[in-house]
């Protein structure tokens, strides 16, 4: 037990001097937000991308293909992909100027094509703020 609070000790040291912290979620070292405010700009398109990819799954697509209305899915389809692609330049660009890490970068943008894969993503963002 004593041997147990001597490590913690040292890892409590360790971050408080280089002033990191370990991103439970992608398992690396992750310096200090330098910039929140993309940070917030990146949540929130990655909560607006998330919404509309729920829109195009659960309300285009089922019009499209169950009452045959192909012109169901053109603006969502557009605005989804405009959003989806402003989400892999702004977690990219995120890697340098938040910083966040690659794998975090990475998990982002598989987040997004999976369906409520943003807000599942939205609490890991949020810790780092």
């Known amino acids: 037990m004593l041997v147990f609070h001597t490590v913690q000790i040292k890892i409590n040291i360790r971050i408080k001097v280089f002033d990191m912290k370990l991103c439970d979620y992608c398992k690396e070292e992750v310096h200090k937000v330098e910039n929140p405010e993309f940070l917030k700009k990146l949540r929130k398109l990655s909560l607006i991308e998330g919404c509309s990819t729920l829109i195009l799954f659960f309300i285009a697509m089922p019009l499209k293909?169950?009452?045959?209305?192909?012109?169901?899915?053109?603006?969502?389809?557009?605005?989804?992909?405009?959003?989806?692609?402003?989400?892999?330049?702004?977690?990219?660009?995120?890697?340098?100027?938040?910083?966040?890490?690659?794998?975090?970068?990475?998990?982002l943008i598989i987040?997004?094509?999976?369906?409520?894969?943003?807000?599942?993503?939205?609490?890991?963002?949020?810790?780092?703020?």
């Open 65 to 107: 293909y169950l009452l045959q209305l192909p012109e169901a899915v053109t603006w969502p389809g557009r605005i989804h992909g405009g959003l989806f692609i402003l989400l892999v330049m702004f977690s990219v660009i995120a890697i340098r100027k938040v910083p966040i890490g690659i794998k975090l970068s990475m998990m």
């Open 111 to 129: 987040a997004a094509i999976i369906p409520f894969g943003p807000f599942w993503m939205d609490k890991k963002l949020k810790v780092l703020i």
